[in-house]
């Protein structure tokens, strides 16, 4: 039986929101919950070696808790001549606290593995503490230098 009313032309529809992925298996999650290590990048996990080992110093010096720990991915710019620092320290001024600045980066390219990375970001630390108060690392810290 032929109709003698051709059927209509479907009416175009605004594409729906999608609520699963293409495979219908739902939205993807994170990898790992937050309080795994998996789930801190690159950046959180390295300040939380300078926070260990500012609060390592802090128990020994306690006016450290004045000092401003500052961590950037890289130095500003810097002459020809010069190798890039791993950190730098800049002390108390009219109205702003010494800082000390730990490069991230820098410290990352020098070292292979995680243990690694936490005892030169000590080191650095302990450098530019000394060099703030106008100590020698060893007097900082009496293990700079031996682990």
């Known amino acids: 039986m032929d109709s003698p009313v051709p059927p209509r032309p479907p009416e175009p529809r605004e594409p729906r929101p999608r609520r699963r992925d293409r495979h ?11 309080q795994v290590p998996l789930a801190a990048s690159r950046a959180e996990s390295f300040r939380d070696l300078v ?6 110093l802090e128990r020994r010096w306690p006016q ?6 500052v961590v950037l991915d890289v ?9 890039v620092p791993l950190g730098s320290s800049v002390a108390a001024g009219r109205g702003q606290p010494a800082r000390i600045v730990v490069y991230r980066r820098p410290v990352e390219i020098r070292t292979k593995n995680r243990d690694e990375r936490a005892l ?6 302990v450098e530019q503490v000394a060099d703030l108060l106008g100590l020698s690392p060893e007097s900082v810290d009496p293990r700079y230098g031996q682990e």
């Open 24 to 34: 219908g298996r739902g939205m993807r999650g994170p990898v790992a919950p937050p």
């Open 51 to 56: 926070r260990d080992s500012v609060e390592r």
């Open 75 to 83: 130095p500003g710019a810097l002459d020809d001549t010069e190798t």
């Open 64 to 69: 450290l808790s004045d000092v401003e720990f």
């Open 120 to 125: 030169l970001v000590h080191e650095v630390v």
